[in-house]
Nanobody, 126 residues
Framework: QVQVVESGGGLVQAGGSLRLSCAAS????????VGWFRQAPGKEREFVAA????????GYADSVKGRFTISRDNVKNTVWLQMDSLQPEDTAVYYC???????????????????WGQGTQVTVSS
């Protein structure tokens, strides 16, 4: 059972930056693609970014392309989401999710991810 934990959320002004982290808990080793999703109040969960394992390919939603960067360090067993030029519409709970072991290709579909964190709140003020 893979357990992932997000951290790094908070309150930031428009134009600011935040860096989210997604770490595997305990002795868990993530050997699969990892994605970030977000859900704003009253809206459905949406894909934000994903990265393959070991990390040569990344994918982004059009709404964040050029502003967000996903990366991973497989030694530290951590995935990051660097978020720059944040806008109020980026306000949401951000979730990290991992695909099943050995599923190395990234996906934009939440159903392809088996292991989800509890989420971290990102609030961007105007």
């Amino acid at each position: 059972q893979v357990q992932v934990v997000e951290s790094g959320g908070g309150l930031v002004q428009a134009g600011g930056s935040l860096r989210l982290s997604c770490a595997a808990s305990g002795r868990t080793v993530i050997r699969s693609a990892v994605g970030w999703f977000r859900q704003a109040p009253g809206k459905e969960r949406e894909f934000v970014a994903a990265i393959t394992w070991p990390g040569s390919v990344t994918g982004y939603a059009d709404s964040v392309k050029g502003r967000f960067t996903i990366s991973r360090d497989n030694v530290k067993n951590t995935v990051w989401l660097q978020m720059d030029s944040l806008q109020p519409e980026d306000t949401a709970v951000y979730y990290c999710a991992a695909r099943p072991d050995q599923a190395v290709a990234l996906s934009r579909y939440g159903a392809d991810y088996w292991y989800w964190g509890q989420g971290t709140q990102v609030t961007v003020s105007s």
